[in-house]
């Protein structure tokens, strides 16, 4: 009787499975009704995707799904093919993967089947990603914290999709976070420099050198003694220190082309090198180099000349490699004749914007200018954004209204690489789990609803404090937009925060803390953003209508408690707090009392 009733019960599960319906049903009653089928010739990332699908629809429906690697074993009514593999070309003889941008992505039903692939070699990482989070709705919020919806029966509308992200190359720069956690950064579809990922997470573009690179290819400890002319000129002297190299001069080019050949040939993989200006002014002031300049009315004349030279030899020995170069403080106005080479990246760096506007404002008329003009003189454009006051990560930073809009310029823009500077050395203060998951969802799709994104963030990631937390970050931008000022990237003045914002803010706080005060993991995290506003009150204390007296010493005393749990390196990019600096915060607090 047993028996009988499993055949049963057997029948029925395979007729429920096999439901002629509009969507695709996967599972049922923790029952999978679809085999993921991964062929033999699949790369490694592609075999990742099938793991990490069969993973994830296990924590949605409880159920574990086969991964087989011939279709011909399949055993269900769906079969989930992965990667772009000789059998899914088979099954979609109609299209080209070859017209695949970098990192598309395709996701097609074919009949009862589905097809989830893309670009080599992550595009098939990123369509698996993208059908978990659109179709199945899984959310993976930080490292740590991610969202799993339960549905022990899971039945999805699947439309088909063929999409290309328009940035090739896409990174956020906090390297606590993302740089040590690549299978967090491919779910977010990051591929920078700085995401160290494995072949198996579809692996990741690495720039030989990063960025200022003239002393590390030519150093002067090496050179200057018997080499001079090879370094700037000014005021009639040759000079390495907060200096450049003197771009004209021709022996000095064939040396440096020299070693960043050693470089490439150590890591013919990485795809870029930057040749690229020291982080300082300094350029040379030499005969030679003040007529380019005076020539292409702009000191980037130099410099474009100078790598297309590099980059051009470069590719005699290593076809398809790419040269990156800045056009960052005096390079930033390109030049007015010579055009980048087709294997040369220019890196426009946004660091003298106003934040709280977006590029394309009058109060950004000069950068945009420049990113509209290079556009024709470089084809590869490259940009370095900022999402942090570098002067001090901690304090509130209000550019919440501009990241889309600014994105989406770039991309308007033909900008083909983008890559946001944020705080790298604390984990999740300032909202940086936040940033990171919203600005990796524009750099993917510029034309997301970032209003939507921010609430979805919020909402789930703070639970009941969400609305307060979203409250506070309207509260913040309301105050720089009232104020009339601008929001660079290095100040110490943040008088847009005024007595009257602090102690709205303060109060926000405190109803946010009551809403999670029986969580100790959601006010956990609020407490680590309210570390911002507490800065932000010592600070600026003692000072009237703010805390004072015994108040003042229970937020600094909240704050140093806080900061001393996460380990947050909150004070000035790089710089930990030190016992000094603690004495001068309690001084303050100190000089408060009555």
């Known amino acids: 009787m047993l028996n009988l009733f499993a055949v049963l ?3 029925v599960f395979s007729s429920v499975c096999s439901a002629n319906t509009s969507d695709i049903l996967l599972s049922v009653n923790e029952k999978p009704c679809a085999e993921i089928v991964v062929p033999a010739d699949a790369i490694p990332s592609e075999q990742t995707a099938a793991a990490e699908l069969a993973k994830h629809l296990k924590l949605v429906t409880g159920a574990d799904f086969p991964i087989v690697t011939s279709a011909d074993r399949a055993n269900q009514e769906t079969r989930i093919f992965i990667g772009q593999t000789e059998t899914t070309r088979r099954l979609m003889p109609d299209f080209d993967f070859r017209k695949l941008g970098r990192d598309g992505i395709v996701i097609r039903r074919t009949g009862s ?10 595009g098939t990482l990123y369509a698996v990603y993208t059908f978990l989070e659109d179709n199945v709705g899984c959310r993976w919020w930080t490292p740590d914290a991610s969202y799993m919806p339960r549905k022990s029966t899971l039945r999805v509308q699947v439309r088909n999709l063929v999409y290309s992200p328009p940035f090739m190359c896409r990174e956020t720069f906090y390297k606590s976070v993302i740089g040590q956690n690549p299978e967090f950064a491919a779910r977010l579809k990051l591929n920078g420099h700085f995401q160290s990922m494995t ?4 692996g990741h573009y690495t720039i030989l050198g990063f960025c200022h690179t003239f002393y590390q290819l030519i150093p002067p400890e090496k050179y200057f003694a018997d080499h001079p002319e090879w370094f700037s000129e000014r005021n009639g002297k040759r000079n390495h220190e907060q200096a450049q190299l003197c771009l004209t001069n021709d022996q000095m080019r064939k040396e440096l082309t020299r070693n960043a050949l050693e470089w490439i040939k150590k890591n013919p993989e990485a795809g870029i090198i930057s040749i690229s200006q020291n982080d300082c002014a300094g350029q040379c002031f030499c005969e030679k180099c003040r007529a380019v300049a005076e020539e292409e009315g702009a000191g980037s004349g130099a410099v474009i000349r100078f790598v297309n030279a590099v980059a051009e030899d470069i590719e005699k020995q290593y076809p398809g490699f790419m040269v990156e170069t800045l056009a960052y403080y005096y390079t930033r106005i390109p030049p007015k004749h010579v055009k980048a080479r087709h294997n040369v990246i220019v890196r426009l760096c946004s660091i003298e914007c106003d934040f709280s506007k977006p590029i394309t404002s009058p109060s950004n008329a000069e950068f945009y200018a420049n990113l509209k003009a290079w556009k024709k003189v470089a084809q590869n454009l490259y940009v370095w954004d900022y999402l942090m006051n570098l002067e001090n990560l901690l304090v509130p930073h209000p550019n919440w209204r501009v990241l889309g809009p600014n994105v989406r310029a770039f991309a308007k823009n033909n900008v083909v690489n983008l890559f946001e ?11 940086a789990a936040l940033r990171i998951w919203l600005m990796t969802h524009l750099m993917w799709n510029p034309s997301a609803d970032e209003d939507r994104l921010i609430k979805d963030f919020l909402n789930s990631y703070y639970g009941p404090a969400g609305k307060y937390m979203h409250e506070f970050i309207d509260l913040t931008c309301d105050a720089i937009d009232n104020s009339g000022k601008k929001l660079p990237i290095f100040t110490r003045k943040y008088d847009f925060l005024t007595p009257k914002v602090i102690n709205k803010a303060n109060a926000i706080f405190d109803a946010a803390q009551k809403a999670v005060q029986d969580d100790d993991e959601l006010l956990r995290r ?19 209508d703010l805390p004072s007296g015994k108040e003042l010493e229970q937020v600094l005393d909240r704050f140093l408690t806080v900061s001393d749990q996460t380990g947050n390196n909150y004070r000035q990019e790089g710089i930990v707090m030190t016992p ?7 001084a303050k607090s100190s000089e408060s009392k009555p």
């Open 9 to 11: 019960m057997l029948v």
């Open 113 to 122: 089947d589905l097809v989830l692939a893309g670009d080599r070699p992550r």
């Open 421 to 431: 500077q944020g705080d790298g050395y604390n984990p999740d203060t300032n909202f």
């Open 580 to 586: 000094e600096y603690r004495e001068q915060l309690k």
């Open 526 to 544: 609020v407490r680590l953003q309210r570390l911002a506003l507490d800065q932000v009150i010592v600070a600026n204390s003692p000072a009237k």
């Open 199 to 202: 072949p198996e997470w579809g």
